[in-house]
């Protein structure tokens, strides 16, 4: 790509391969170019039967005078170009089908935006043409492709199951529509109003039947919130607003599948629920929605299955018939299939050996079991087809009682388990593991972990918070010397085995140290966010982004304590965000640092910092807080900040590499030290401050240090400011 256009690439590329028409639609809607004498001379040589030289020549000369422009304007089109392109490729143009049918909404009484949409020669022309022409329509066709380009993709979207045999009769009508209204506003508990767009998509599967894809947009209104606003003479006036919440389901009657795109995790299995109840039109409080987790973990030990195991359900034969293995690069994969009379296992034995993929494999991606069983006097086979991320075909079954069965035969085995929110008793057992997790800056963790934490592995995968990822390929281990390395595990005889690259032996490895989970961190996080507001008996606020959480406030006497929620206390990138953070909120009073971190500093700002584990109690109605204590821990701290008559160094932690304090200085607030060298350096200067001694050298400040500047210890806005206040201060 030619440096001139790096920064407008998109539209470049527009400029050279779209029609005359879109690209007269396109310059027309930017103020910039409309009458502008070089856009008209570039367009006026785009004509039917021009040579190609003059039209390459016309086409450089309109992205060549484009790059004169403004920024904005350059900002603007690259990306209008950008937009309209994604939905002229690949499946953007079903979308643009889709929204085409609702044009009749958007026209006028003559008919001149459907005329104007059919005389585009292109995708890309159309998709121009309602960027421009009715960009409201646009953005609802922008909102179907992400949501069928993102499925499966796991962060905002989960699909749900409803167990229901009537739902091919599902109909959308003004009575439908004003009943999922109200039920949405019910579930997610909106006073305002509710909106909700329909669409209607025609599918076409891989062997050629076809169905239907039902498709809901839905918007309300967030909780108010406010950003500042720069006036002329430099003062700030806060601007509020109400952000847009949205949510978008896909419903497929055929598949019994109900999928949502949504920013909260827990508001997904309510939307979920409120349209069940509406497609069904029927009270589904005893048979809520459900999440299945399937779980392939069990093949990698063996892809034999029992018949003993599920003889009780009335079934004469279950075996693998296809398993497909994915070593550590995902991307290359072994697949072996077999005959419904044939072993696998032994199929695999003798075409790829002892060690074979299946027993060393990084994931099993996908495996087909075949039932078969006697219903009427006739022998039944039933494939069942599972595969990688959380995928089954039961659902698709038309039979419930082929659903019913294969369900059951896989919950025999282990393989399915249904989630839900824990209960009050469960999750309060738990909150101790949900609060290690939630502290861990990891993406996954192992079986091993979780267990030395004292956490029960099915009850937090039965809540939603665990996932089953693939296993990891190596280990930690530690010599006599104290130095650590890595070992990779391959299989032996059956077992998981390592060599040490030492004495050469092969070490057993636990199947627990290798199997994986990802964490759920979305969900994880607000169910703890809800556990302690629900602890301490919060109402409803607004959710805050950044470094720390605002819980809310609990009322104290005639004092309002704000508390907030923060983690990894003991990193100094943390430490410093939550420390600047609290104090740029111009807090009144004192309030309260929730967090899990073992080691952490005394202070942040006007907060103490208080260990969740010493004000948690975990009882058979879930978790409680002993606010009590809580508030006895506040006016203790506060005492402790306040008596000091004069300047004081607190050592809160001097494990090495760990190092916190907090600086006291009598009519200020506590300041948060994070590091070895910033408590040694402030020490030196209390100690100095303290003799009486008005000036300290630089040298004998940082002295044995590398660094002779304070700039280089207290980086960034807060520990700058701590720098300036505690020196000032001393």
């Not at 003993?308 to 994915?326: F, K, N, T």
């Not at 410093?576 to 004192?590: E, H, K, M, P, T």
């Amino acid at each position: 790509m030619a440096q001139a256009n790096k920064n407008t690439a998109s539209f470049h590329r527009f400029v050279e391969t779209a029609s005359l028409g879109a690209l007269r639609t396109l310059c027309s809607s930017v103020s910039e170019l409309a009458n502008q004498a070089w856009v008209t001379s570039a367009l006026a040589q785009l004509v039917d039967g021009v040579d190609a030289q003059t039209c390459a020549s016309a086409r450089r000369e309109l992205s060549a005078g484009c790059r004169n422009l403004p920024t904005e304007a350059q900002a603007r089109l690259e990306g209008d170009a950008r937009r309209v392109i994604a939905l002229a490729e690949g499946k953007g143009p079903t979308a643009i089908r889709v929204a085409e049918r609702d044009l009749f909404k958007f026209d006028d009484a003559e008919g001149r935006l459907r005329a104007g949409f059919d005389e585009q020669t292109d995708d890309l022309g159309r998709a121009t043409f309602l960027l421009v022409r009715a960009p409201d329509l646009f953005e609802e066709a922008e909102r179907f492709h992400y949501a069928e380009h993102y499925r499966n993709f796991g962060k905002l979207y989960e699909a749900f199951e409803v167990d229901c045999d009537h739902l091919a009769d599902f109909e959308w009508n003004e009575t439908s529509k004003a009943a999922f209204e109200s039920k949405i506003k019910a579930q997610l508990q909106i006073s305002g109003p509710c909106l909700i767009q329909y669409f209607q998509v025609g599918l076409t599967a891989e062997d050629g039947s076809s169905g239907s894809l039902h498709m809901f947009l839905i918007r309300h209104a967030g909780a108010t919130n406010s950003v500042q606003n720069t006036l002329p003479d430099l003062s700030l006036q806060p601007i509020h607003y109400k952000p847009p919440v949205e949510a978008t389901l896909l419903f497929q009657p055929d598949e019994k599948r109900i999928e949502v795109f949504a920013q909260e995790s827990a508001e997904r299995p309510l939307i979920a629920a409120a349209f069940a109840e509406v497609a069904t039109g029927s009270d589904l409080s005893d048979r809520p929605m459900s999440l299945r987790q399937y779980n392939l973990e069990r093949f990698y030990r063996s892809l034999h299955l029992s018949l003993a195991q599920v003889e009780s359900l009335g079934i004469l034969d279950v075996r693998v018939v296809e398993a497909e293995a994915r070593p550590q690069n995902l991307k290359r994969r072994v697949v072996v299939k077999v005959d419904k009379d044939d072993d696998i296992e032994t199929a695999a034995h003798a075409m790829l050996g002892d060690n074979n993929i299946f027993r060393r494999a990084a994931l099993i991606s996908r495996v087909v079991i075949n039932m078969r069983f006697q219903r009427e006097g006739k022998e039944v086979n039933l494939p069942i087809t599972l595969s990688s991320p959380n995928r089954c075909n039961l659902a698709s079954r038309q039979d419930p009682r082929d659903r019913e069965l294969g369900y059951a035969v896989l919950e025999a085995f282990g393989i399915v388990r249904s989630v839900a929110p824990l209960d009050a008793a469960n999750e309060g057992r738990q909150f101790g593991a949900m609060l290690r997790l939630y502290e861990s800056d990891d993406a996954d963790v192992t079986r091993a972990e979780l267990a030395g934490w004292g956490a029960d592995v099915d009850v937090l995968r039965a809540g939603g918070f665990l996932v089953p990822k693939s296993r990891a390929s190596s280990v930690t281990r530690l010599r006599d010397d104290g130095t650590a390395f890595q070992a990779q595990v391959r299989s032996l005889d059956g077992r998981l085995v390592y060599d040490d690259p030492d004495t050469g032996h092969s070490n057993t490895v636990e199947p627990a140290e290798v199997e994986r989970f990802d964490i759920k961190r979305d969900w994880l996080t607000e169910r703890i966010v809800k556990g302690l507001r629900g602890a301490m008996r919060m109402g409803r606020t607004p959710r805050s982004g950044g470094p720390v959480i605002k819980l809310g406030t609990l009322v104290n006497g005639n004092e309002e304590v704000p508390v907030h929620l923060a983690r990894r206390l003991d990193r100094m990138d943390a430490i410093a965000a939550v420390d600047s953070s609290l104090r740029g909120d111009g807090q009144a009073g004192w309030g309260v640092v929730l967090t899990a971190t073992e080691t952490c500093p005394e202070f942040l700002g006007a907060n103490v910092v208080v260990q969740i584990g010493d004000v948690l109690v975990a009882g058979v109605d879930g978790a409680t807080v002993d606010q009590p204590r809580l508030m006895q821990i506040l006016r203790d701290g506060r005492q402790r900040a306040a008596a000091a008559a004069l300047p004081e160094l607190r050592v809160t932690c001097d494990i090495v590499g760990k190092e916190t304090a907090t600086l006291i200085i009598p009519g200020k607030l506590p300041f948060s030290l994070v590091g070895g060298k910033q408590v040694l350096v402030v020490d030196r200067l209390l100690k100095a401050y303290l003799a009486g001694n008005p000036i300290v050298t630089g040298g004998a400040l940082f002295e044995g240090m590398a660094t002779k500047s304070p700039g280089a210890l207290f980086r960034g806005r807060a520990s700058r400011c701590c720098w300036r206040r505690s020196s000032a201060g001393l």
